[in-house]
């Protein structure tokens, strides 16, 4: 072996010990730093769970007391329901932990009752439960081939029952569960026009209890059949505020004269044809073949 061979060796042979430690400590440091990332992962798992297990030893511990047990409950905006009824509807049992209570769930318990529009529960702590309702107004009785109940939202909302105590409202007819299907929507459109007309009627003081029918139409519109004297009035469509302005003069007018009107037609933006029942003294002289039995006027 040469010399030059020789210290080449040599000299490679330092430079691996100068490169050596130098590698052992960077890789001392890099098990350093895992083992500290290591470390501080697993306390703060520890603590993770030492927290859950803490919380839910306490949840726990508060659904056993009996400091939080509901002892109050208010039921506001209740009319046809009983609070007992309201608290059967809901679900909700005596001496119930006031944070076992699923507020969402018990809403939608309620609102699933048919006279229940709307409901809303909040605790008030330590003790109280309040739930506020707001029932459903009927606003007329709607015949699909059996009477059901619709509140002033055009909303179909309940079968009608003898218990319900509605027979003063009128009966919407001309309408069947086929049309209200239809994607046109003409047929719920009138509904809505309906529940318009009743409010305007109420407005000019006409009694809702004294219309015992309105027929829907898509062509003629709307006619009214009153309870006393069977009175048939023929609205037709919108607007009818002056229509109905227009109806209470006629009716004051024929009351003055003593007139029962059998037909009313205010169908017409501009003119309303009356057509009135005769009088006792004519119901003689038709036997006898003589007046006409209906008298027609225009107004």
Not at 265 to 281: C, E, G, I
Request: proline share 4%; net charge positive; hydrophobic share 40%.
């Amino acid at each position: 072996m040469t010399t030059s061979a020789i210290s080449y060796r040599r000299k490679k042979l330092r430079n691996l010990r100068k490169i050596t430690p130098r590698k052992t400590a960077k890789s001392k440091r890099d098990l350093t730093h895992v083992f500290n990332f290591c470390l501080k992962c697993t306390i703060f798992g520890l603590c993770v769970v030492f927290i859950s297990l803490s919380s839910i030893i306490l949840y726990k511990e508060i659904l056993k007391s009996a400091y939080f047990h509901v002892k109050k409950i208010q039921v506001e905006g209740c009319l046809r329901h009983t609070k007992d009824q309201i608290l059967h509807i809901a679900g909700i049992k005596s001496q119930t932990n006031l944070f076992s209570l699923n507020l969402k769930n018990i809403c939608q318990c309620l609102e699933n009752s048919p006279w229940i529009e709307r409901a809303k529960v909040k605790r008030i702590f330590p003790d109280k439960l309040d739930i506020s309702i707001i029932e459903r107004k009927p606003a007329a009785l709607i015949n699909l081939k059996q009477l059901y109940l619709i509140d002033k939202k055009g909303t179909i909302f309940k079968k009608a029952e003898r218990e319900d105590g509605l027979l003063a409202f009128p009966i919407l007819t001309g309408v069947t569960w086929q049309d209200l299907m239809k994607p046109q929507g003409t047929h719920t459109h009138l509904i809505t026009q309906t529940l318009t007309l009743m409010a305007i009627l109420e407005e000019e003081g006409i009694d809702i209890s004294a219309i015992s029918e309105i027929h829907l139409d898509p062509t003629f519109g709307l006619t009214v059949f009153t309870t006393h004297h069977a009175t048939q009035i023929d609205m037709g469509f919108p607007p009818f505020q002056e229509k109905c302005r227009h109806l209470c003069s006629i009716m004051e007018d024929l009351k003055r004269k003593d007139l029962i009107p059998q037909t009313i037609d205010l169908s017409y933006s501009l003119r309303a044809f009356v057509k009135t029942k005769p009088q006792n003294k004519e119901f003689k002289s038709i036997k006898k073949g003589g007046e006409k039995q209906w008298v027609k006027m225009e107004i």
